[in-house]
């Protein structure tokens, strides 16, 4: 789950405990072209105001219309189902995609309960199943796994919530605060560790957490887990072989490391020599990022996130390329 749509749940939980009303929205099913994917969720407050979103800002609109004009009875169903761009003229007024249909249940929030019970469990690095019923409106949260899709069959959808992605960079040189500042963009929570007091002075706190002690103390503190990445980018064998050597036998979904082809496998018969298995290394990504023909520290930033977001989403890369050493 997004980070964006846990922010939506955060402010569903904020209004109601203010007594204000709040009509939640999610997609359930798209036909065609769509602007957002299944799950996607945007929260309307009886007021107008609105977090979130479910398409490009056409169907937006004319929720917060139905919200004025009074197609949102307060005495309606807890929930409804609501479908735009059923006719090509239909799909042109609300900004929809050539062919592009969009179906959403609009839930009306009461005991703002379950919110606060999902917010805590995602805390904690829990995955959680939201199951709605969408005559009666309950709402029921079970344990799910990451391979859980979203669920809907007319008479009930289940929802998939988790805790953020997480990259921990290893370094706090040049590179790091260029990946720390995109990866923010990209809605990941952004760790950094670097023992080294001099390479700290001049970060900013909306950056990244500082995580105390040693790189390999880090990757324990954090608790890595299948939603963690690990980037070593100190460009010192003492430091990143130290992280290196606890996050390749983590549960990390990516661990990558700074440096050019030579360095790299020299890095790889390091860890060897160090005790870690073959299996381990292998999962090891080094050089670093997709080939973008990349030189600067932004662009080498670019192409390492574009690498983690890919794996991330579940993309396999055919090809990859060495990068330039060091910045």
Excluded at 235 to 249: Q, V
Aim: glycine share 10%; proline share 5%.
């Amino acid at each position: 789950m997004d980070s964006v749509d846990l922010n939506v749940l955060r402010s569903v939980l904020q209004w109601r405990r203010a007594g204000q009303g709040v009509m939640l929205y999610s997609v359930v099913q798209t036909w065609g072209t769509a602007p957002r994917a299944p799950g996607a969720m945007l929260a309307l407050r009886e007021d107008g105001v609105v977090i979130g979103s479910v398409s490009g800002g056409c169907v937006e609109d004319d929720l917060i219309a139905r919200l004025h004009d009074g197609r949102i009875p307060a005495d309606g169903p807890p929930v409804q189902l609501i479908t735009y761009g059923v006719t090509r003229e239909e799909a042109a007024r609300f900004g929809l995609p050539c062919g592009g249909t969009l179906r959403l249940t609009e839930e009306r929030v009461g005991d703002p309960a379950w919110v606060a019970e999902l917010l805590t469990r995602c805390e904690a690095h829990e995955i959680v199943a939201r199951e709605l019923n969408l005559a009666t409106g309950e709402v029921i949260l079970q344990p799910a796994s990451k391979t859980d899709a979203l669920v809907f069959d007319g008479q009930t959808l289940r929802a998939i919530y988790g805790p953020r992605w997480r990259l921990l960079l290893i370094g706090a040189g040049q590179l790091s605060r260029y990946v720390a500042e995109m990866a923010r963009l990209l809605d990941f929570e952004v760790l950094i560790c670097d023992p080294r007091t001099e390479f700290v002075y001049g970060w900013e706190e909306q950056h990244g957490r500082f995580v105390s002690g040693m790189p390999d103390e880090a990757v324990l503190t954090i608790q890595t887990d299948e939603r963690t990445a690990i980037v070593a980018l100190t460009h010192d064998p003492r430091l990143d072989d130290m992280a290196l050597l606890t996050a390749l036998d983590s549960k990390a979904f990516y661990v990558g490391a700074l440096g050019s082809r030579i360095n790299s496998q020299k890095r790889r018969d390091n860890l060897a020599q160090l005790g870690l298995s073959q299996q381990a290394i292998e999962r090891l990504h080094g050089p670093i990022g997709l080939h973008i023909g990349s030189h600067t520290p932004a662009e080498i930033a670019l192409s390492l996130l574009a690498e983690i977001v890919a794996i991330k989403n579940g993309i396999e890369l055919k090809q990859k390329r060495p990068l330039q050493e060091g910045v």
